[in-house]
């Protein structure tokens, strides 16, 4: 399958600063990438959709303005979490997938995010 | 809106015994696709199966076959000859294909399978 490498794989931060998580495609051009994050034992929330040169869409009751999505190339995306709480402390993961609804998604490492 | 169900939340099986995970989902799209993946204590997301809602055979991919039945909307996971490496949360997924949701891969709650020696 398709290699899709996320980084970092695990950070900790101090509450109030923002952290970016990088989403790569390795080897396949990811016309769409998907940001998910997973809490301890449960599944994994869509938080947004990105396509390569637009705007993220973002599922309901996830804030924009608080995970900033850019997907500025066909083998990147990035998601920031802007001005990080402890309860933004989670378990993201990215995918990266093609355009068609047959091609499944591959995914990243994952980053496990801790904000003290 | 697109939803999946998995209603087994624990699964066990005993070492090389055969063992179905239940998947179903609800969707109004004509064109959409099945996964399941399998997730490890490490995290990462590996795909296991696709099967596409066009597709007239079940899906098979080694030990793991997909059983399909469309009209009433289940794609229900069979692992044979189950192996403690199988040990994982397992989680059925579906991308649909109407505009308003192109793209999405959704995923449901999960079953967790321990696999007994």
């Known amino acids: 399958g398709a290699v899709v490498s996320q980084h970092p794989s695990w950070v900790i931060c101090k509450s109030g600063t923002s952290v970016k998580i990088e989403c790569r495609s390795l080897?396949?051009?990811?016309?769409?990438m998907f940001w998910y994050r997973q809490f301890p034992k449960q599944s994994l929330m869509l938080m947004a959709t990105s396509n390569e040169g637009s705007k993220a869409t973002y599922e309901q009751g996830v804030e924009k303005d608080k995970f900033l999505i850019n997907h500025a190339s066909l083998t990147l995306s990035t998601l920031t979490v802007t001005s990080a709480h402890p309860e933004d402390s989670s378990f993201y993961i990215c995918?990266?997938?093609?355009?068609?609804?047959?091609?499944?998604?591959?995914f990243g490492q994952g980053t496990r995010l801790t904000v003290v | 809106a697109q939803k999946i169900t998995q209603t087994q939340p624990g699964m066990f099986v005993q070492e090389k015994e055969a063992v179905t995970l239940d998947c179903t989902y609800d969707?109004?799209?004509?064109?959409?696709?099945l996964f399941w993946y399998k997730q490890p204590s490490s995290g990462e997301m590996i795909f296991l199966i696709y099967?596409?809602?066009?597709?007239?055979q079940n899906a098979t991919e080694g030990r793991y076959s997909l059983n399909f039945q469309k009209a009433r909307k289940s794609a229900n996971l069979v692992i044979s000859a189950s192996q403690l490496g199988d040990s994982a949360m397992y989680f059925c997924a579906m991308r649909g294909g109407l505009k308003t949701s192109y793209d999405k891969v959704i995923f449901g709650p999960g079953t967790s399978l321990s696999v007994i020696p």
């Open positions: 080897d396949f051009q990811a016309t769409t």
């Open positions: 995918s990266a997938a093609g355009p068609k609804v047959r091609t499944e998604a591959f």
């Open positions: 099967q596409g809602s066009y597709d007239e």
């Open positions: 969707t109004s799209d004509q064109s959409y696709g």
